[in-house]
């Protein structure tokens, strides 16, 4: 199983971003399915969740600005990111809780960088 995330880049003080993240490979469905953030020199922190059910969960700063969704038939997580602020500048992560035919994989993308201008 492999993922590959999209979408970071440079951004103005208010914008929007799309992060896109899909996981290929002997996937037979996937569970839950998130995003994180790291600064340099900081622990990576949760910014939102959706489980299989579609129950979306979100970081409190990033509440309202930020939506998480999933498309199963392509195996594929959402991060729509908009009212973008400096504080957003960070390293995002996907998280994918795959099920395959030999067990349930955790996979972690290599990560996205936003960089959000004041």
């Not at 340099?40 to 939506?67: M, W």
């Not at 099920?99 to 290599?110: E, P, S």
Request: glycine fraction near 12%; hydrophobic fraction near 35%.
């Amino acid at each position: 199983v492999q993922l590959q995330a999209s979408g970071g880049g440079l951004v103005q003080a208010g914008g929007s971003l799309r992060l896109s993240c899909a996981a290929s490979g002997s996937i037979v469905s996937v569970n839950a399915m998130g995003w994180y953030r790291q600064v340099p020199g900081n622990q990576r922190e949760l910014v939102a969740h959706i489980s299989s059910s579609g129950r979306t969960t979100y970081k409190d700063s990033v509440k309202g600005r930020f939506t998480i969704s999933r498309d199963d038939a392509e195996n594929t997580v959402y991060l729509q990111m908009s009212s973008l602020i400096p504080e957003d500048t960070a390293v995002y992560y996907c998280h994918l809780q795959t099920v395959t035919k030999q067990g349930i994989i955790d996979k972690w993308g290599r990560g996205t960088l936003v960089t959000v201008s004041s």
